[in-house]
């Protein structure tokens, strides 16, 4: 099974501030990644499809990079509507979610 | 503007069968080359894929649940459902239908459903 690793678990950061999350794959996946956004108590929102590509009417601060086994995901400037948590999901073979990375301002 | 909807019993009885149907609108459920998933979520958790139907029946499972795990969908009244056998307290989770654009990619979902294995 392919294994995601997404770092940080949490960060706080303030509004203007730019962003980094990253994701590693146990294996090469190629660009088989997607980001998602949660908002506590609602469904995830599918923000970056195949690792760069950004979902029709997401705004464009959000953008997504990398292939293989390393991908970043960015906010390049934090907005106050932007607090949630963040999913990376692979599926090179079965779609598995990474870990999440919960975002708050300081 | 497709929208899903989960409905099915928030709790469920240990060793019983949790059932949960999603009702596919704005869009038919047969048109594209969609497959249709659950995903669960347990509390303060992470999110984990449980299956997916295409409209012709073909399924795909997650290995670690396929045991227990039925997904059928019925094209007339735009649904598909979900059986998950033998639950344990560990199902305990909110339950999200979502669609497949192609690929693995969720697109949209379900506004999600909790479920409760209680006795």
């Known amino acids: 099974d392919i294994q995601m690793t997404q770092s940080p678990s949490s960060l706080s950061a303030s509004v203007g501030d730019r962003v980094t999350i990253t994701c590693q794959a146990s294996?090469?996946?190629?660009?088989?990644l997607n980001w998602y956004q949660q908002k506590p108590g609602k469904a995830p929102k599918l923000l970056i499809y195949?690792?760069?590509n950004l979902e029709t009417g997401v705004p464009s601060r959000f953008s997504g990079s990398g292939s293989g086994t390393d991908f970043t995901f960015t906010i390049s400037s934090l907005q106050p509507e932007d607090i949630a948590t963040y999913y990376c999901q692979q599926y090179d073979n079965l779609p598995r979610f990474g870990g999440g990375t919960k975002v708050e301002i300081k | 503007q497709v929208q899903l909807q989960e409905s099915g019993p928030g709790l469920v009885k240990p060793s019983q069968t949790l059932s949960l149907t999603c009702t596919v609108s704005g869009g038919s459920i047969s048109s594209g080359s969609y497959y249709w998933s659950w995903i669960r979520q347990p509390a303060g958790k992470g999110l984990e894929w449980i299956g997916r139907?295409?409209?012709?029946?073909?399924?795909n499972y997650n290995p670690s649940l396929k045991s227990r795990v039925t997904i059928s969908v019925d094209t007339s009244k735009n649904q598909f459902s979900l059986k998950l056998s033998s639950v344990t307290a560990a199902d305990t989770a909110v339950y999200y239908c979502a669609r497949d654009s192609s690929s693995w990619i969720f697109d949209y979902w379900g506004q999600g459903t909790l479920v409760t294995v209680s006795s």
């Open positions: 294996q090469d996946i190629s660009n088989y």
């Open positions: 195949d690792a760069s």
């Open positions: 139907i295409y409209t012709s029946g073909s399924t």
